[in-house]
């Protein structure tokens, strides 16, 4: 069994990681575009000032930093098979406006119907009370499937009009639940009370425990970086090959895949996985796409991120005691680019009472998404080799278009897109909101697949090939 993986991002390297382990004999090859593998995990190795050194090397996560293993049962299963430490870390918020007016903070621990600290307005922690108690349920009731929130929160509200006031108050809308929204990365670029009511919902459970237990969110010591690489030797341990700098085209047909590699030279393997965005699957298939491929991978679509390290405490709340872990924005009427959120690394990384970052620790660190007011450069953190602390990503959005979408890649009783002419496709894209554990989902399940279409008679690529979805 000879298999591609194009793109080398945590799906890719989970599906080599969890076919070799279902099939040792298989040989694998993973081509990735960039000069290292990860995708959008970026671990930034900064010189952080203080008062008594001129610099403290200490690091920040400005893509994938965080994991709730309260939910992410797969994922902390591997950390723990790979070894990779990681810690708890403050789960605490805070909610404010840039001016100030409006500031209240979540301590950690905080679930509905609790007594945890909360300095939450009343009708705000109405709201969230109802919100964590009832969305969970409403969010499997197949008649909210292409709900928006807007029209969530308005079915609810109507539902109460025998009670004296709104099941979820405007004030925990507009001050909680649409900042909390604003900052998800998988937001699109308008008002966040469009989105996909069964999305937000996903990130809310898997995230921030609601509907189950309370959160335990970690970090992994040394950055997420440290799990990747744990999971790269892995891989190379068990003689799987890892391609970086490639550039790929990708001709798929019923007795299998011919990669183009670097414009030269052909290779032919039973079957190749897309592990890339959508929109780079469209570009790369070059032969063997389908009507059907072609129906659901042009349902999604990108938006681009920029995170930057900094020192600049604009971008915090106003009343520096109202500093959290996660600092989400208040912004009224807000139209475009709504995806932004400010961390507070020294909180984050839970360093505070670590006498190795004493010196660091006093001098408190951000990493902002998208900062919704310029940072000046000279508050731009520098990293180990000098240049500027900022990362780019490309995400896709998940509204209800895609969510059908992601259905259709599926499809029933393996009769989806997933295996015509010998392509098969994973990514955050396909499954959920493209969080790690949806991530490895998506990897096992194609995996499962692939084993079963190569494997068994009835399903032969010749068959796949002439399937509709």
Not at 177 to 197: E, K, Q
Not at 237 to 263: K, R
């Amino acid at each position: 069994m000879k298999i591609a993986i194009v793109g080398a991002g945590i799906s890719g390297l989970l599906a080599a990681y969890l076919l070799k382990k279902k099939r040792p004999d298989a040989s694998i090859t993973i081509f990735e575009k960039d000069t290292q593998v990860g995708g959008n995990v970026h671990t930034a190795q900064l010189n952080v000032g203080s008062s008594h050194h001129s610099s403290v090397l200490r690091w920040a996560d400005l893509g994938v930093n965080d994991f709730n293993i309260a939910t992410y049962k797969n994922i902390l299963a591997l950390l723990k098979e790979l070894k990779v430490p990681y810690k708890p870390l403050e789960n605490s918020a805070a909610f404010s406006t840039l001016d100030g007016s409006i500031s209240y903070v979540i301590e950690p621990g905080y679930k509905a119907g609790t007594r945890s600290f909360t300095t939450m307005p009343a009708d705000v922690q109405k709201g969230f009370d109802n919100f964590s108690r009832q969305a969970p349920l409403d969010c499997q009731d197949p008649q909210f499937a292409e709900f928006t929130i807007a029209e969530y929160i308005q079915y609810r509200n109507e539902k109460n009009l025998d009670h004296d006031c709104d099941f979820y108050p405007a004030a925990f809308v507009e001050y909680n639940l649409y900042p909390r929204i604003n900052g998800m990365y998988f937001v699109n670029d308008t008002a966040p009370s469009t989105m996909s009511f069964v999305a937000i919902m996903n990130h809310y459970c898997l995230q921030e425990g609601f509907g189950g237990d309370l959160p335990e969110r970690v970090y992994i010591e040394g950055g997420c970086q440290t799990w990747i690489d744990a999971l790269q030797n892995a891989l190379i341990q068990q003689g799987i090959s890892i391609v970086c700098n490639a550039c790929v085209q990708v001709l798929g047909g019923i007795s299998g895949v011919n990669i183009l590699i670097d414009h030269s030279e052909y290779e032919h393997f039973d079957a190749a996985i897309m592990a890339c965005h959508a929109s780079t699957s469209l570009q790369l298939l070059q032969q063997g796409i389908t009507n059907d491929m072609v129906r659901v991978l042009s349902q999604f679509n990108y938006s681009n991120s920029v995170a930057v390290a900094h020192t600049y405490a604009s971008l915090l709340p106003l009343n520096k005691d109202h500093w959290r872990t996660y600092n989400l924005l208040i912004q009224r009427d807000v139209q475009l680019r709504p995806y932004t959120i400010s961390y507070v690394c020294n909180r984050h990384q839970n360093d505070a009472n670590n006498r190795l970052y004493q010196d660091a620790n006093e001098m408190e660190y951000f990493v902002t998404l998208n900062p919704a007011i310029p940072i000046p450069e000279e508050y731009v953190l520098k990293q180990s080799d000098g240049t500027p602390a900022q990362a780019y990503f490309k995400h896709n959005m998940v509204n209800t278009e895609s969510l059908k979408a992601q259905k259709l890649l599926w499809g029933r009783h393996r009769r989806g897109v997933q295996g015509q002419n010998s392509i098969y496709f994973t990514g955050g894209w396909t499954w959920g909101t493209g969080l790690h554990e949806d991530c490895y989902s998506s990897a096992q399940q194609v995996v499962d697949l692939l084993l079963v279409h190569l494997l068994e008679p009835e399903w032969s690529t010749l068959e796949l090939s002439k399937m509709s979805a």
